[in-house]
């Protein structure tokens, strides 16, 4: 049988990759919102790449509500090791079938709200988290989030805004109890952290603009208080 070829001879290296490595999978959350809304994938991707950015060249990393993964791929190109931790077992699974074999790390079932992750780690990180924990429970959470990191480790959190509630779809607006603005999330963040800096986002764009017309923010912090 004839082996196939592509017409241009560069995109062979497609067909050899494939047999090297198979194709990849999307997990339970990402096949969705390339399914109902592909362009939010896009915008899942770039705050992950946020972070890869922000931890390039760390050594050991922590993903708090990894999900399903798929875009955790971003930020594992960049540093040496990554940890991803989610309460759900259902997204641990389905993490663990996709794993690839050069994986430099773990995935594991953790709910951090009863206890830190032990590892004493370079770099936590948490997106699309800490709204969906309610406010009585959110100083709990980003405690034992501090007390993951080492004591000279940072941390990034990242969260819709409240000002961009009125436009989140049903099912988003389903698990958000704890949206904020941005000086509200600052505050909270500089309770466990001594330096707190905040960021914006519009779709794939990050900056440092008026606060009110962001989509989505940023708190990336060092110092964690103990």
């Known amino acids: 049988m004839a082996r196939a070829r592509t017409k241009e001879r560069q995109y062979q290296a497609l067909l050899e990759h494939r047999g090297r490595h198979g194709t990849e999978r999307m997990g339970l959350m990402t096949s969705q919102y390339w399914h109902d809304d592909p362009k939010r994938l896009g915008f899942v991707l770039a705050r992950y790449k946020f972070v890869a950015k922000m931890f390039a060249g760390y050594g050991?990393?922590?993903e708090i509500g990894c999900g399903d993964g798929f875009?955790?791929?971003v930020v594992h190109a960049e540093v040496k090791?990554?940890?991803l931790?989610?309460?759900?077992?259902?997204?641990?699974?389905?993490v663990a079938a996709r794993l690839p074999k050069d994986w430099r790390g773990?995935?594991?079932v953790h709910d951090l709200m009863r206890r830190p992750v032990p590892g004493g780690f370079d770099g936590v990180y948490a997106l699309?988290?800490?709204e969906h924990v309610a406010a009585k429970d959110e100083h709990r959470f980003l405690r034992n989030l501090a007390r993951s990191l080492a004591p000279r480790g940072s941390a990034i959190l990242g969260m819709p805004s409240?000002?961009?509630q009125p436009w989140a779809s049903a099912q988003s607006k389903d698990g958000h109890v704890n949206c904020k603005s941005l000086p509200d999330f600052r505050r909270v963040m500089q309770r466990h952290f001594h330096h707190v800096f905040m960021f914006t986002m519009n779709d794939e764009v990050v900056g440092t603009g008026y606060h009110r017309m962001a989509h989505?923010?940023?708190a990336l912090c060092a110092g964690p208080k103990r």
Not at 85 to 94: G, N
């Open 60 to 62: 050991k990393v922590l």
């Open 71 to 73: 875009a955790s791929r």
């Open 81 to 83: 090791r990554l940890v």
């Open 85 to 94: 931790v989610d309460f759900d077992p259902l997204f641990i699974q389905d």
């Open 106 to 108: 773990e995935a594991k």
């Open 128 to 130: 699309d988290v800490l």
């Open 162 to 164: 409240l000002e961009s």
């Open 216 to 218: 989505y923010l940023f």
